[in-house]
C-alpha cells in the first residue's frame, strides 16, 4: 500500500515560495489558527474544512484536495524540471504544515532528491522534536515563519506558543541547515517598532543574521466568504514593501539583514 497524504492543491511556477521557478506542494492540515491566514481550507486535517458543508465547501474552493501517492505529486514535478534547472529553482512543500504528514513528506523528498530537484519547507516548525530532526535531514532549505517572539501573543494570535517552534528552528541552526526565518508582518499583531526590536532580540540571542519580511495581505478573503466563516481581519489595509521601511530599519541597525 503506497503512502498517501492529503493535500489541497499543487501549484506550478510559482515565484514566491524560494529560488527560481518552483512547483509548490501544499499539505492539508494546520495545527496553529492565525488570525490572518490566507489559506483557511488547509487549516482541518481531514477533508472537510472549518466552513459549512465539509467536503462540499472545501471543493468549492479547490477540486485538488484528495489523497495523492509519491508517484503522482513526482509525476508533475518533473513535467516542470527544464524550469527548475534554467532558474534554479525546485520543488517547496508547503500547507496547511507539511510536519503532520511528515512521513509522507520525506518520502517525497527522498524521490526529489534522488531526481537532484532543490527542495524547500515552507513551516512553522510546530512538530515534535523528534519528527523535525528526522525531517530536515532531508530538505536543501528550510523557511520558517517566526510569527511572534513573545510567547503569550504568539497563542494569541495562533493559538498555540512558539516554544516548540524556536527549539526547533534553533536545532537546525545549530545543526547547520539552511534556513531562512521569515516574519508575516501583521498588523496589530507584530508590526510595531516595538515588535521589530522583540524580534531583532530574539534572533540575535539565536545566532540568526538574515530574515525575510511577508507583509500582510488580504488575498485569503474570498475563501473566508466562500466558506461561510468570519474572517478576522476584515477591513484591515494591506501592507505594501514601502511600510515596512522603518520595521526593516530597526532590524538592519541590529545586525539582521532584512
Ligand atoms: S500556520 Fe499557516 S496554514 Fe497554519 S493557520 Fe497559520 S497561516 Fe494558516
Known amino acids: 500500500m503506497p503512502v498517501k497524504a492529503l493535500l489541497f492543491n499543487i501549484q506550478k511556477f510559482s515565484l514566491h515560495d524560494g529560488p527560481g521557478i518552483r512547483t509548490v506542494v501544499f499539505f492539508k492540515g494546520c495545527p496553529l489558527r492565525c488570525r490572518w491566514c490566507s489559506n483557511p481550507e488547509s487549516q482541518e486535517a481531514g477533508l472537510g474544512t472549518v466552513g459549512l458543508g465539509g467536503v462540499t465547501a472545501s471543493n468549492r474552493l479547490s477540486a485538488d484536495i484528495r489523497y495523492y501517492t509519491v508517484e503522482e505529486v513526482m509525476e508533475t514535478c518533473l513535467q516542470d524540471r527544464p524550469f527548475y534547472e534554467e532558474s534554479g529553482g525546485g520543488v517547496t512543500l508547503s500547507g496547511g504544515e507539511v510536519l503532520l504528514q511528515a512521513g509522507f513528506a520525506t518520502a517525497l523528498l527522498d524521490r526529489l532528491g534522488e531526481e537532484k530537484i532543490h527542495r524547500a519547507i515552507e513551516t512553522s516548525a510546530l512538530a ?96 473566508y466568504e466562500d466558506l461561510g466563516i468570519p474572517y478576522p481581519m476584515h477591513g484591515i489595509p494591506q501592507l505594501h514593501r514601502e511600510d515596512l521601511t522603518e520595521y526593516r530599519q530597526v532590524l538592519i541597525d541590529r545586525g539582521i539583514d532584512a
Open 128 to 223: 515534535p522534536a523528534a519528527v523535525w530532526q528526522e525531517c530536515i535531514n532531508h530538505v536543501d532549505l528550510l523557511l520558517i515563519d517566526v510569527k511572534h517572539y513573545d510567547r503569550e501573543r504568539h497563542i494569541e494570535g495562533t493559538t498555540v506558543s512558539n516554544e516548540a517552534c524556536l527549539a526547533n528552528l534553533q536545532t537546525a541552526l545549530d545543526r547547520g541547515k539552511n534556513v531562512l526565518p521569515r516574519i508575516p508582518v501583521i498588523p496589530g499583531f507584530n508590526n510595531s517598532l516595538e515588535d521589530a526590536e522583540g524580534f531583532a532580540r530574539l534572533f540575535t540571542a539565536m545566532g540568526i543574521s538574515k530574515v525575510e519580511l511577508l507583509p500582510f495581505h488580504q488575498f485569503g478573503e474570498k475563501k
